[in-house]
């Protein structure tokens, strides 16, 4: 009897889903300086990320539906409350990769990693504040809304 293949338990990388530009996990380096709340890298990603993912077709309401319950977690000022959400959120994140088509690829390649990492309220603070930057940014760089910016 033939061994059934088991089927890849990250979502970015079932069948028929593209892979990010690099096919790879984001950084270590460019995690930590998130996790670490550096804002000027936070920044810097959060622009090339979201310039990616508005290339692949990431819709406004796919990303507010990611962004939405990192707003609760921001407003919420209990530590433990905002880890377990965070948690709890990657698992939404997998959904909104699985359904997407590879459109939201990009953001399981940070998110995947940073949604499980962030512990204390700077590296919670860090992931919000990208998130926050990446909606942003989107705006800006989605054409079918508009932007026309390309570089």
């Not at 998130?34 to 990616?52: G, K």
């Not at 692949?56 to 609760?72: D, E, H, M």
């Not at 698992?91 to 909104?96: G, K, T």
């Amino acid at each position: 009897m033939a061994a059934e293949r088991r089927e890849s338990r990250e979502p970015h990388e079932r069948k028929g889903h593209r892979s990010s530009a690099t096919g790879e996990r984001a950084p270590e380096g460019d995690l930590t300086a998130i996790l670490q709340h550096n804002l000027s890298r936070i920044d810097e990603l959060a622009e090339t990320v979201a310039r990616e993912a508005a290339n692949n077709g990431l819709t406004a309401s796919q990303l507010r539906n990611f962004y939405g319950p990192i707003t609760k977690v921001r407003i919420d000022s209990n530590p433990t409350r905002q880890r377990a959400a965070l948690k709890m959120h990657r698992s939404r994140l997998a959904y909104l990769v699985a359904r997407s088509g590879g459109k939201a690829d990009e953001l399981w390649r940070w998110f995947g990693d940073l949604l499980r990492r962030a512990n204390d309220p700077t590296e919670i603070s860090g992931v919000c504040d990208f998130a926050e930057a990446i909606v942003a940014y989107h705006r800006y760089y989605d054409k079918t809304k508009g932007g026309t910016r390309d570089e």
